[in-house]
């Protein structure tokens, strides 16, 4: 009997009354004793007005959460809370029988994902299979990804240790250019991991130049700086000058057969003076026509040198020249030429010296003329060299000849 029925409310008693009967019926099933047993009929009658049913699983713990919740349901004190009719009741139970959600109750995620797995165990155990074959991989591939890093940064650690040695080997060996493009290697390549070491051998570095050119093809045995700072010709053992431009920082020209051991830019820097390295004669290379002097220096007759030092006068009329006779034979001495820049005319030779003379220098009124002389510091000739060079008839002799300090 339901609650509205044992109150008398015949009016409200509706097919909700029937509902009661049958979730009755269903609750003694599962438990083997009614919803409600007092000692009296009157008794009985209190307990299903004021109380509530023991929940079906106190007497059977195995009894499913859903069938309870079934069962409750049709057992609710207001008729409201009740089915609506038999067939929602029945829709409940079919539902719990094919392991769906049912309705007396919403079902979180993870109870419909445990319902579904149940109707469908195959498609279920694929699924889970597919899924814990996705988690491998995407583990076991994070797992070689950080192994592989672990492996690479450890390479590259190794590999700076390594190049940074060789640089301090190259460095403390007097060589600046490969320390400095082992620098600027890990600068680009490993710039987190420089350390004190890469800072320190940097600052080493960068104190002797602010940059190098390539290397050339053979030692350099020449150095001249142009009056304007842009140029510098080095001229090469191999017999070749290059030109290298300060402010590209590239070659510009390269000179075959000519520098020998010497070269000197006139005062303009328009012309560059330096030897025919096969015949050891003097020649002028024209920087703007970039070809050589139409002039020949043409030798005076039985001098026969190896050019070895050259200087330019700062007043830009004379060239001064040295020789060997023999390179690496002291004596006897070679020639100390005076060369007019214009003409190209051997001006007088200097004899004074008893053994060659390699590099000379002119002063910066170029009245004087410097030379290196063995057994004493150096040789200066003068005072005074030729007003001009149609003023003196060759061959010409110095003015004069005494001593100075290198």
Not at 16 to 40: I, K, M, N, R
Not at 172 to 183: D, H, K, Q, T, Y
Not at 229 to 246: C, E, F, K, P
Not at 342 to 354: N, Q, S
Request: charged residues 20%; glycine residues 10%.
């Amino acid at each position: 009997m339901a609650p509205e029925q044992a109150r008398g409310d015949t009016k409200e008693v509706t097919t909700a009354a029937d509902v009661y009967g049958l979730g009755a019926v269903l609750y003694e099933t599962l438990t083997g004793s009614p919803p409600f047993a007092g000692g009296t009929s009157l008794e009985t009658i209190r307990q299903v007005l004021d109380q509530e049913p023991r929940r079906p699983s106190f007497y059977h713990p195995a009894i499913d959460r859903d069938l309870e919740t079934i069962c409750l349901k049709c057992l609710e004190k207001e008729p409201g809370r009740r089915y609506s009719s038999a067939a929602g009741l029945a829709a409940d139970l079919e539902k719990w029988l094919r392991y769906e959600p049912i309705m007396a109750r919403r079902a979180g995620t993870a109870e419909r994902l445990s319902k579904w797995m149940r109707r469908r165990p195959a498609i279920a155990a694929l699924a889970a299979l597919s899924l814990g074959l996705l988690l491998t991989v995407a583990v076991g591939g994070t797992v070689i990804s950080l192994r592989l890093k672990a492996a690479g940064d450890r390479m590259q650690r190794e590999l700076y240790v390594a190049e940074m040695a060789q640089a301090f080997a190259a460095w403390n060996r007097g060589s600046f250019s490969l320390p400095r493009e082992l620098l600027d290697r890990q600068e680009t390549l490993r710039p987190h991991l420089r350390g004190f070491e890469w800072h320190y051998l940097d600052a080493q570095c960068r104190t002797q130049a602010l940059f190098s050119f390539p290397k050339g093809p053979s030692p350099i045995f020449g150095l001249a700086c142009s009056p304007d700072g842009t140029l510098v010709a080095a001229a090469h053992q191999d017999g070749n000058t290059r030109l290298l431009d300060l402010g590209s920082r590239r070659e510009v020209a390269s000179l075959p057969l000519f520098g020998g051991y010497s070269v000197a830019f006139s005062p303009k820097g328009s012309r560059l003076a330096g030897f025919n390295f096969q015949t050891g004669a003097l020649r002028v290379w024209d920087l703007e026509r970039r070809a050589f002097a139409t002039n020949a220096f043409g030798m005076p007759a039985g001098h026969a040198p190896i050019g070895t030092g050259v200087a330019w006068s700062p007043d830009d009329r004379y060239i001064a020249t040295t020789g060997v006779t023999h390179l690496y034979d002291p004596v006897p001495p070679g020639p100390i030429l005076i060369w007019d820049a214009a003409t190209g005319t051997c001006l007088f030779a200097l004899t004074g010296h008893t053994a060659n003379a390699w590099k000379p220098d002119f002063s910066p009124d170029s009245r004087l003329l410097a030379t290196p002389a063995p057994g004493r510091d150096a040789h200066a000739v003068g005072p005074g060299l030729p007003a001009a060079a149609e003023d003196v008839a060759a061959p010409c002799r110095p003015r004069g000849l005494c001593s100075v300090l290198s």
